[in-house]
C-alpha cells in the first residue's frame, strides 16, 4: 500500500522560510512524479509545484515561481519543498502526491499523504 | 491559463442521482479526473481519465466528457457522498495540473 506522510509544517513569521518533507512507501518511488498541493483554510485546491521522476522537469504555480523550490532525493524515497519569503497568503495545509502512472508527468495525482500545516503570521 | 469553472455547490436527495459539471474551453478534448475531499481529509482520486475508477471506489461514481463540459456522476446518492468534489486538467500549455474551484455536495 503506498503511503505519503508530510512534515515540517509550523508557524511562522512572514519573510522567513521553512522546508517540507514528504517521506513516501510501498512504491518504487524513482519512477514516480511527485506534486505538492496546498489548500489554504476554507478554501479550493491550489497547485504548487510537479518535480518529474528523475528531476530533470520542474514546474510551479506563478504564485510560488521564484520563493518556492521542489527537489527530491530518490535514495531516500522523498520529495521536499523549499518555501522562502513567506507571506500571510502562503498559510495553508501542504499535501504531497504522487502520480497514478510510472514516468509520465501529466498523471493524475493518484495517492495524498494527510498533509502538514503552514501558518504564516506575525 | 487553463480555468474550469464548477458550481460552489450542490444538493440532492438520498437515493437520488447527483451530477456536479466541470466546464472549461473545450474540455472534451482534455482528459478529466474527479477528486472527492471529505471534511477534515485529504483528497481521494475518485475517477480518472475522464471515466475509469481506481480500486475501491464505487460504481455508483462514474464520469462524461464532451464539448465544454465535464461530469461526475453520483448514483444513488448516500449521506457518505457528502463531500466537496475537484476536477483537474493538465494544462500542457504551462506544464501543470488545473483544478476546478470544487463543488460541495449536499445529501438531505
Known amino acids: 500500500q503506498v503511503r505519503l506522510v508530510e512534515s515540517g509544517g509550523d508557524v511562522v513569521r512572514p519573510g522567513r522560510s521553512l522546508r517540507l518533507s514528504c517521506a513516501a512507501s510501498?512504491?518504487?518511488?524513482?519512477?514516480?512524479?511527485m506534486h505538492w498541493v496546498r489548500q489554504a483554510p476554507g478554501k479550493g485546491l491550489d497547485w504548487v509545484a510537479v518535480i518529474a521522476y528523475d528531476e530533470n522537469k520542474k514546474f510551479y504555480a506563478n504564485s510560488v515561481k521564484g520563493r518556492f523550490t521542489i527537489s527530491r532525493d530518490n535514495s531516500k524515497n522523498t520529495v521536499y519543498l523549499q518555501m522562502n519569503s513567506l507571506g500571510p497568503e502562503d498559510t495553508a495545509v501542504y499535501y504531497c502526491a504522487t502520480g497514478k502512472y510510472q514516468l509520465l508527468l501529466a498523471a493524475p495525482l493518484d495517492v495524498w499523504g494527510k498533509g502538514t500545516s503552514v501558518t504564516v503570521a506575525s | 491559463s487553463y480555468v474550469l469553472t464548477q458550481p460552489p455547490s450542490l444538493s440532492v436527495a438520498p437515493g437520488q442521482t447527483a451530477r456536479v459539471t466541470c466546464g472549461g474551453n473545450n474540455v472534451g478534448g482534455k482528459v478529466v479526473h474527479w477528486y472527492q475531499q471529505r471534511p477534515g481529509q485529504a483528497p481521494v482520486l475518485v475517477v480518472f481519465?475522464?471515466?475509469d475508477r481506481p480500486a475501491g471506489i464505487s460504481e455508483r461514481f462514474s464520469g462524461s466528457n464532451s464539448g465544454n463540459t465535464a461530469i461526475l456522476t453520483i448514483s444513488r446518492a448516500e449521506a457518505g457522498d457528502e463531500a466537496d468534489y475537484y476536477c483537474q486538467v493538465w494544462d500542457s500549455s504551462s506544464d501543470h495540473p488545473v483544478f476546478g474551484g470544487g463543488t460541495k455536495l449536499t445529501v438531505l
Open positions: 510501498g512504491l518504487t518511488f524513482s519512477r514516480y512524479t
Open positions: 481519465d475522464d471515466n
